[in-house]
């Protein structure tokens, strides 16, 4: 997660978590961690921080759930959304979150590295740089940056004029105003803002974590507008459009790298807030408990807040459907993601023809279907790099011990087929001098049909490669 942490920090409590601080040298930010006594290094900008519990959170950052931020909305306020989606993660499962505080003043700069950026040079990364370095991690949200996108003067809900009362007497001390004005300063009118220019925004993430880590999915919130008709705020209708060109350009193999959420939370304790910090902590403890080939979709979600602006059956189900959108909803008393629908099916790059969206391949369009796939390359990436060091390109070794790592997958209920040569197929693919190459062919659960992975050892360097079948 990457966001505001207004307030103290206090890096003495940072120092005093010798494993966290052991992750972050490891990861190549020793010179920094090493200057973190020192004066400029105490904000703890741009640095990813390991962190296991909220309570380490707002040992570090006593202030950011209270003190005012730079920017401040209308609807939202001038809180940091970092602090509750932190709380929502641990809160719904998840058990280690690796967090990086952006500054403020950077504004939506800040989040977003140039795209040429070399993640070598650990010394110079930040925002979203950061976190890409980090081998391990599948999952990013941004809760401030989808908070600095709600446009500052989009208004609430108005409130409900409520019939005259009929006419008594009052004493002169008796207070009758209800609050209601009839007319609204001219500060207060409702305008159309321009919205956000949030598709190119979206796709320069998009298209630094797929230069990256393809392995990585992004959760993100749909920014708002004010309706007319609904005289409430709404989703975004430009937003919707634009996401619908998108998805028929060169570029749309993208967009299925993040899975787009709506609406927001709302709650006694806050005005408005992401969803995102819970859904990623629901994703990371299933991951844990039930493999992270399977969705959370339908799951409670551990959370005090509601549905903000709350959505119809018939809007879920049209918004769902095009452009793709997991829906945040409450059914009986419970919140829950509708579905983890995505704006295109999980494909490869190659494998998307411009212009042309095939209504066939919808069944793909899951987002368990991305991290899944994510899991399988960041797994035979440490494989491979196992191997560099154990085993030559001639050794029959790397076949048996693929055969295990999918003999696993299958007893865990990731692969279908009555029996494991159902569900999965390894056969060599090259016998050139330096390089051996495994074609896999796997049967993953529904809804996924077939894809087929290439494990290669080339000039003593193994890789995968992955091909949808």
Not at 385 to 399: A, C, K, T, Y
Request: charge should be neutral; proline fraction near 7%.
């Amino acid at each position: 997660m990457l966001g505001h942490c207004p307030g103290r920090v206090r890096v003495e409590r940072l120092l005093a978590l010798s494993d966290a601080l052991e992750e972050m040298r490891l990861l190549g930010f020793g010179r920094r961690v090493d200057a973190l006594s020192s004066e400029a290094a105490s904000e703890l900008y741009h640095l990813p921080l390991p962190l296991r519990s909220l309570a380490e959170f707002e040992d570090i950052f006593p202030d950011a759930r209270i003190a005012g931020s730079q920017y401040r909305s209308r609807l939202a306020g001038d809180q940091a959304w970092l602090p509750q989606a932190v709380e929502d993660f641990f809160a719904n499962g998840g058990e280690k979150l690796w967090l990086v505080r952006v500054p403020e003043a950077e504004g939506m700069r800040g989040f977003l590295p140039e795209f040429r950026t070399p993640l070598y040079d650990t010394e110079n990364l930040y925002g979203l740089a950061t976190i890409l370095v980090l081998n391990s991690v599948g999952l990013i949200a941004l809760p401030d940056l989808e908070r600095i996108m709600v446009a500052a003067q989009l208004p609430d809900i108005p409130r409900k004029r409520l019939a005259n009362p009929a006419p008594v007497f009052l004493p002169c001390s008796a207070n009758s105003d209800d609050g209601h004005r009839e007319r609204r300063h001219s500060e207060e009118m409702i305008t159309r803002s321009t919205p956000p220019a949030f598709v190119a925004v979206l796709q320069e993430i998009l298209a630094l974590i797929d230069r990256h880590r393809p392995d990585i999915q992004c959760l993100f919130s749909l920014p708002l507008e004010y309706s007319e008709v609904l005289d409430s705020p709404a989703i975004d209708r430009d937003v919707l459009t634009q996401l619908e060109t998108a998805r028929m350009r060169n570029s749309a193999s993208l967009l299925r790298q993040v899975q787009l959420l709506f609406p927001y939370l709302r709650s006694p304790r806050y005005a408005l807030r992401s969803s995102v910090g819970a859904v990623a902590g629901m994703i990371a403890g299933l991951a844990g408990s039930r493999g992270i080939w399977r969705s959370v979709a339908g799951i409670p979600l551990v959370t005090d807040g509601r549905p903000y602006p709350a959505l119809s059956m018939t809007q879920t189900i049209a918004l769902r459907n095009k452009p793709g959108i997991g829906i945040i909803q409450r059914r009986s008393g419970k919140v829950a993601l509708d579905d983890e629908r995505l704006v295109v099916p999980a494909l490869q790059r190659n494998d998307y023809q411009p212009g042309v969206y095939a209504e066939r391949l919808d069944d793909l369009r899951a987002g368990e279907v991305v991290r899944f796939i994510g899991f399988l390359l960041r797994q035979l990436k440490v494989l491979g790099e196992q191997l560099i060091f154990n085993i030559g390109f001639d050794d029959p070794r790397p076949r048996l011990i693929l055969e295990k790592f999918f003999m696993d997958l299958y007893r865990q209920g990731a692969l279908r087929g009555k029996l494991p040569e159902d569900a999965y197929s390894i056969r060599q693919a090259s016998v050139r001098e330096a390089v051996l190459a495994y074609d896999i062919e796997i049967a993953p659960a529904y809804p996924i049909d077939r894809i087929v992975l290439t494990f290669i050892n080339r000039n003593g360097e193994w890789l995968s490669e992955l091909h949808n079948a």
